[in-house]
């Protein structure tokens, strides 16, 4: 074994949660791997691996996969997030076992697993077999240390009174994960996150896709207390260069972007015009949320980009789309990053997912925050408090932003001195962002480090 590995460049075994903001990260950073000399190869599940179209069929980063115990239909397959977890947790790593094994005699023996940080067994894994094991957070390092101090048992949850942690501006409850606020919604999510750190003691490295200079003084506090290294934003280059253009080459979707319609509709609006709406791929809003959004995005008389996945289409207002054809498109997928780096885009009215948190933040457009669950509260506490990129309208007694806020919000940001302040601080962002990525950067520097280790084990 010890032989075949010396003649080889690192090879990474890139193991992904199945899910599109987990896919999406980590693919990039796979490419980054590959422009530094590693060798990689994906792993996700063989449900996720059979949706993402185009991955398979690319030479450089072959595709892999293990099981969750649900082949034919992933989590929707299962009776419960607790079933789902506990089969995966199971059936997992004996699977990611086989596949090291089979990588092994079939003469591409892997030298490294970077894993998600919700499959903490990989780590196990990689020690069988004498790997390095790298876990790899895809949130922000402010939701990381969240988990990280409910894991040590100095946070309480639930949480219900302002907290103070190290490198982070004061956070209300509102502004917590969603399952360290509200626990009792998602009992077996809160378990898997927490359980994230359970295993840190033991790894070779944790890398996080964030951007040191985003958040200082917390990436600056982790380094002292594990092998912490920022490897963010994982938005494909072509975009930091300014070139507006489509990363298709992964196929990077598991849905299928409405491309043509899209990118046609804006090229016709004006410069910083366009109001664009997504939730990600994950949320499902209340339908009183949608209702409202629709009725704010009417009354805002501007125009709108709005993405509305198939499962969601029937709570819109009835012939809502036929009626605001004059304003507002409604596609069911965009390409996301094409449409953020558009100049007709005046506004991003986000969940505040990570990604499209870092997106917005590395293309320079400000944001609405109307967070949902999981890590988004924090992310809109960072995006309005510290990055001063966005506004986070209140919310009434059902839990739902109203129309008129939404209508004000999109006026403030898009007209008012507050938005002036965010169109300022989104040149800041964007530079530094890209920096952190390019030649030399501090990200950059950290993957160059993380592979220039891996090339001296061999
Ligand atoms: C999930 C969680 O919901 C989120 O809170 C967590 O931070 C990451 O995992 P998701 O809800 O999908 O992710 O949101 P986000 O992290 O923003 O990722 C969505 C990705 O899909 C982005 O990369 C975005 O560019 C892409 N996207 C979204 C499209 O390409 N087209 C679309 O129409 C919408």
């Not at 033991?202 to 200079?213: F, T």
Request: hydrophobic share 40%.
């Amino acid at each position: 074994m010890e032989d075949s590995r010396k003649s080889h460049k690192p090879h990474c075994l890139v193991l992904s949660f199945p899910v599109q903001g987990h896919i999406n990260p980590m693919l990039q950073f796979s490419k980054r791997l590959i422009h530094k000399g590693a060798g990689v190869t994906f792993v996700t599940t063989r449900f996720m691996s059979k949706t993402l179209h185009g991955l398979s069929s690319n030479p450089s980063i072959p595709l892999e996969s293990i099981s969750d115990g649900f082949d034919d239909g992933g989590i929707k397959a299962a009776s419960s997030p607790e079933a789902y977890l506990e089969r995966f947790w199971k059936i997992g790593p004996e699977t990611l076992s086989e596949l090291v094994e089979r990588l092994i005699s079939s003469g591409r023996p892997p030298s490294c697993i970077v894993y998600n940080s919700f499959l903490p067994w990989a780590l196990d894994v990689a020690q069988k077999y004498g790997l390095v094991g790298a876990v790899f957070f895809t949130m922000s390092c402010a939701v990381s240390s969240v988990f990280y101090h409910c894991q040590k048992g100095l946070l309480e949850v639930p949480v219900r009174k302002q907290v103070l942690l190290p490198g982070m501006p004061p956070l209300e409850p509102q502004d917590m994960p969603s399952y360290v606020s509200d626990p009792e919604s998602y009992p077996a999510y809160l378990g898997m996150l927490v359980g994230q750190f359970s295993n840190l003691d033991k790894v070779d490295w944790v890398l996080c896709n964030a951007v040191y200079e985003l958040e200082q003084e917390l990436v600056d506090w982790f380094m002292k207390v594990m092998p912490f290294r920022t490897i963010g934003p994982t938005v494909p280059s072509s975009y930091l260069d300014n070139r507006l253009q489509q990363d298709r080459e992964y196929g990077l979707s598991i849905f299928q972007p409405e491309h043509d319609t899209t990118m046609k509709w804006l090229s016709t609006k004006p410069k910083g015009s366009v109001v664009y709406v997504s939730f990600g791929s994950v949320a499902e809003l209340k339908i009183d949320q949608m209702q409202e959004l629709a009725m704010g995005l009417k009354r805002s008389n501007r125009y709108f980009l709005w993405v509305v996945r198939s499962s969601e289409e029937d709570k819109l207002p009835q012939d809502y789309a036929k009626e605001t054809a004059q304003k507002g498109l409604i596609v069911t997928w965009c390409p996301q990053l094409e449409v953020l780096a558009h100049e007709a885009l005046g506004l991003f009215l986000t969940h505040c997912g990570w990604n499209s948190t870092l997106e917005a933040l590395t293309l320079g457009v400000p944001m609405m925050a109307i967070p949902q669950w999981t890590d988004q509260p924090t992310n809109a506490k960072h995006i309005m408090d510290v990055w001063k990129m966005g506004l986070r309208p209140p919310v009434d007694e059902r839990g739902v932003v109203r129309s008129e806020d939404i209508e004000n919000c999109i006026r403030e940001i898009m007209e008012g001195e507050r938005g002036k302040e965010m169109r300022e601080n989104a040149g800041k962002w964007r530079k530094i962002t890209k920096e952190a990525v390019s030649e030399g950067g501090s990200s950059d520097r950290n993957i160059e480090e993380f592979v220039a280790s891996l090339i001296d084990k061999l």
